[in-house]
């Protein structure tokens, strides 16, 4: 009897049984956890990629006052382009998105002077998500936040070919009044076509040779260096009239120099002449980080500022001869044609064609010397230069003609005017209809955000009212070949 009561007394079968039914329901607890933590990270994580979204979009699209308005379009909210059936109701926090000017990036040289006076985009989604199991302890939902900031085109460069096209007649050497420019160039009276080219020499420090991580963009060849990342040509008009004349008149000084350019430069009846000064290139700076190249780069010797008669054999760049009526349709299809020419894996990447000028065309028919006089209405690059009518009207149809080319990608060519003391008046003499300098420059940008203009003569860019100084123009133009930049929601 005694040895039963101690066997019974030892039986531990009832206590598994308890153990098991307490661990089921701590284990059941567990996973109803899970499920439920696991839905609303599901749902924290598609919040957050539409808040990415919409700050990226809003970013990119910036300086532009739109800017706002792309940012909710490509937000989670309902009816947009990241709305998620499996995430309803998620809405704008109060006062987002907004336009923020971010001080870290202003030092890094992106700055706020624009319509938006920002350059980042700051987007708060928010969203209240239902609980499956969690409501047995009291709660029945969460309310997610999602916050994000993108800086506008001021990170990793997108590789690109860039044919810049500078006016270089006679009314290029009247002298501008921008203070900026003055400064800059240490020139007293610097003429438009100083200001010109010191605007164009902003434009190479923002552009990239190749890759940022390397220390040195290695051996050039033909200008260029190895995988180069964006390459820049130089075209200018009037042209020339041979290709011997290219790029040594334009990269050297001496004395009778500007007698020599005006009896060089192509003149109205001349064909075919040749604008293209330097071809793409890519030696402009030793490295990603480093100052320009002027002790060998062709490119950036011909935009040096030094200008006129009194030069010496160091100082070079593009000089403004006179003499010689303006024309500009021909030298616009020459940047298309060069764009066009480039080979694998260049034909892939973001062609884009910058010209600056006042607008005005007003070269003169010679017809006794093999000039064409006939309208320029269907005018294309294949065609022969053609002088005396409707050449402003040219220069939009070739311009629009370049817009329209595609590359081996796909890319439509990105087509920029800067209208320098453009006229509003009717001041193109040979169109029928009339037109004026300031309409002609707002047709040859591919769409109104590539249109820029210095104000100086009445004619206003509404997309980019204030940025008026030709180097916030050439500053602003090259943040277009950046993407966005992610920054940290406490940076601003």
Same mark, same amino acid.
């Given at each position: 009897?005694?040895?039963?009561?101690?066997?019974?007394?030892?039986?531990?079968?009832?206590?598994?049984?308890?153990?098991?039914?307490?661990?089921?329901?701590?284990?059941?607890?567990?996973?109803?956890?899970?499920?439920?933590?696991?839905?609303?990270?599901?749902?924290?994580?598609?919040?957050?990629?539409?808040?990415?979204?919409?700050?990226?979009?809003?970013?990119?699209?910036?300086?532009?006052?739109?800017?706002?308005?792309?940012?909710?379009?490509?937000?989670?909210?309902?009816?947009?382009?990241?709305?998620?059936?499996?995430?309803?109701?998620?809405?704008?926090?109060?006062?987002?998105?907004?336009?923020?000017?971010?001080?870290?990036?202003?030092?890094?040289?992106?700055?706020?002077? =624009?319509?938006?006076?920002? #350059?980042? $985009?700051?987007? *708060?989604?928010?969203? @209240?998500? &239902?609980?499956?199991? !969690?409501?047995?302890?009291?709660?029945?939902?969460?309310?997610?936040?999602?916050?994000?900031?993108?800086?506008?085109?001021?990170?990793?460069?997108?590789?690109?070919?860039?044919?810049?096209?500078?006016?270089?007649?006679?009314?290029?050497?009247?002298?501008?009044?921008?203070?900026?420019?003055?400064?800059?160039?240490?020139?007293?009276?610097?003429?438009?076509?100083?200001?010109?080219?010191?605007?164009?020499?902003?434009?190479?420090?923002?552009?990239?040779?190749?890759?940022?991580?390397?220390?040195?963009?290695?051996?050039?060849? =033909?200008?260029?260096?190895? #995988?180069? $990342?964006?390459? *820049?040509?130089?075209? @200018?008009? &009037?042209?020339?009239? !041979?290709?011997?004349?290219?790029?040594?008149?334009?990269?050297?000084?001496?004395?009778?120099?500007?007698?020599?350019?005006?009896?060089?430069?192509?003149?109205?009846?001349?064909?075919?002449?040749?604008?293209?000064?330097?071809?793409?290139?890519?030696?402009?700076?030793?490295?990603?980080?480093?100052?320009?190249?002027?002790?060998?780069?062709?490119?950036?010797?011909?935009?040096?500022?030094?200008?006129?008669?009194?030069?010496?054999?160091?100082?070079?760049?593009?000089?403004?001869?006179?003499?010689?009526?303006?024309?500009?349709?021909?030298?616009?299809?020459?940047?298309?044609?060069?764009?066009?020419?480039?080979?694998?894996?260049?034909?892939?990447?973001?062609?884009?064609?910058?010209?600056?000028?006042?607008?005005?065309?007003?070269?003169?028919?010679?017809?006794?010397?093999?000039?064409?006089?006939?309208?320029?209405?269907?005018?294309?690059?294949?065609?022969?230069?053609?002088?005396?009518?409707?050449?402003?009207?040219?220069?939009?149809?070739?311009?629009?003609?370049?817009?329209?080319?595609?590359?081996?990608?796909?890319?439509?060519?990105?087509?920029?005017?800067?209208?320098?003391?453009?006229?509003?008046?009717?001041?193109?003499?040979?169109?029928?209809?009339?037109?004026?300098?300031?309409?002609?420059?707002?047709?040859?940008?591919?769409?109104?955000?590539?249109?820029?203009?210095?104000?100086?003569?009445?004619?206003?860019?509404?997309?980019?009212?204030?940025?008026?100084?030709?180097?916030?123009?050439?500053?602003?133009?090259?943040?277009?070949?950046?993407?966005?930049?992610?920054?940290?929601?406490?940076?601003?």
């Amino acid at each position: 009897m005694k040895s039963r009561v101690r066997r019974a007394a030892r039986g531990e079968q009832g206590q598994v049984l308890v153990m098991l039914a307490v661990s089921m329901v701590a284990l059941m607890g567990v996973v109803a956890l899970a499920i439920d933590f696991g839905s609303i990270y599901h749902s924290y994580s598609e919040l957050q990629a539409s808040a990415n979204a919409a700050a990226a979009a809003g970013a990119l699209e910036l300086p532009n006052t739109d800017a706002l308005t792309v940012a909710t379009n490509y937000s989670a909210v309902a009816g947009n382009r990241n709305a998620n059936g499996d995430l309803p109701g998620v809405t704008m926090a109060s006062g987002y998105p907004q336009a923020k000017c971010v001080n870290y990036m202003v030092n890094l040289g992106l700055t706020c002077d =624009n319509p938006m006076n920002a #350059n980042a $985009v700051a987007v *708060v989604e928010q969203v @209240t998500v &239902p609980t499956f199991f !969690a409501r047995v302890i009291g709660v029945g939902s969460m309310t997610l936040r999602a916050y994000s900031l993108s800086a506008m085109k001021g990170g990793t460069p997108a590789p690109a070919n860039i044919m810049v096209i500078l006016d270089s007649t006679a009314s290029m050497a009247q002298s501008d009044s921008d203070p900026n420019c003055k400064s800059a160039t240490g020139i007293r009276n610097p003429t438009k076509l100083d200001c010109a080219k010191w605007g164009m020499r902003i434009l190479l420090q923002n552009f990239s040779p190749c890759a940022a991580n390397l220390t040195s963009c290695g051996n050039v060849t =033909n200008g260029n260096v190895q #995988n180069p $990342v964006d390459t *820049v040509g130089l075209l @200018t008009f &009037p042209g020339m009239t !041979a290709t011997s004349e290219l790029p040594s008149d334009y990269l050297s000084c001496g004395s009778g120099m500007q007698s020599s350019y005006v009896a060089k430069y192509a003149p109205p009846n001349s064909f075919p002449p040749y604008f293209t000064v330097v071809p793409p290139s890519s030696d402009y700076k030793a490295s990603d980080s480093g100052s320009l190249n002027g002790a060998s780069s062709d490119l950036v010797k011909s935009v040096d500022w030094q200008n006129g008669n009194n030069c010496t054999a160091s100082q070079y760049g593009i000089q403004d001869p006179g003499g010689v009526g303006t024309y500009y349709a021909g030298v616009i299809a020459q940047a298309q044609t060069d764009l066009s020419a480039l080979g694998a894996p260049r034909n892939t990447m973001q062609n884009a064609i910058i010209l600056l000028s006042d607008g005005d065309a007003n070269a003169t028919c010679n017809a006794g010397k093999g000039a064409t006089c006939s309208s320029n209405s269907n005018f294309s690059s294949t065609t022969p230069a053609s002088y005396g009518q409707n050449e402003c009207h040219a220069a939009i149809t070739a311009a629009g003609f370049a817009a329209s080319t595609q590359n081996a990608a796909g890319l439509n060519t990105w087509v920029y005017s800067i209208a320098f003391g453009a006229p509003t008046s009717n001041s193109c003499s040979t169109d029928s209809p009339s037109i004026s300098g300031c309409t002609t420059m707002s047709d040859i940008a591919s769409d109104p955000t590539k249109f820029y203009s210095d104000q100086s003569a009445g004619c206003v860019s509404p997309d980019h009212s204030g940025i008026t100084s030709l180097g916030q123009i050439f500053q602003t133009i090259s943040y277009d070949f950046l993407t966005t930049r992610t920054l940290p929601f406490s940076t601003q």
